[in-house]
């Protein structure tokens, strides 16, 4: 069982930064994969970044790649997003999510339904 917690969320001006957290307790030593989603009201759950525990591929989406940065501090057990350049369609509810072993295929970490577990969000507006 993993736990996740995130924190950081907030209202910040287009333009500005924030730095997400999240914290993992339980079985993270097991932990392949973790990654970060939004979800803006009426759509869909979307991709954000993802990083894996035992090495340091990271992952991004189009839309935050050059803006956003995904990292993790082993001994914490977390996995941190920064935001730089915040755009108002930046604004969402942010989810962290953990995966405990492989992807079925080599682009799973981009797809909600391949993870085993989420926070609860924290929510990021972007004013203009």
């Known amino acids: 069982q993993v736990q996740l917690v995130e924190s950081g969320g907030g209202l910040v001006q287009a333009g500005g930064s924030l730095t997400l957290s999240c914290a993992a307790s339980g079985r993270t030593f097991s932990t392949y994969f973790m990654g970060w989603f939004r979800q803006a009201p009426g759509r869909e759950r979307e991709f954000v970044a993802a990083i894996r525990w035992s090495l340091r591929s990271t992952y991004y989406a189009d839309s935050v790649k050059g803006r956003f940065t995904i990292s993790r501090d082993n001994a914490k057990s977390t996995v941190y997003l920064q935001m730089n350049s915040l755009k108002p369609g930046d604004t969402a509810m942010y989810y962290c999510?953990?995966?405990?072993?492989?992807?079925?295929?080599?682009?799973?970490?981009?797809?909600?339904?391949?993870?085993?577990?989420w926070g609860q969000g924290t929510q990021v507006t972007v004013s203009s």
């Open positions: 999510a953990a995966k405990v072993g492989p992807f079925a295929t080599g682009s799973g970490y981009g797809v909600p339904s391949s993870y085993d577990y």
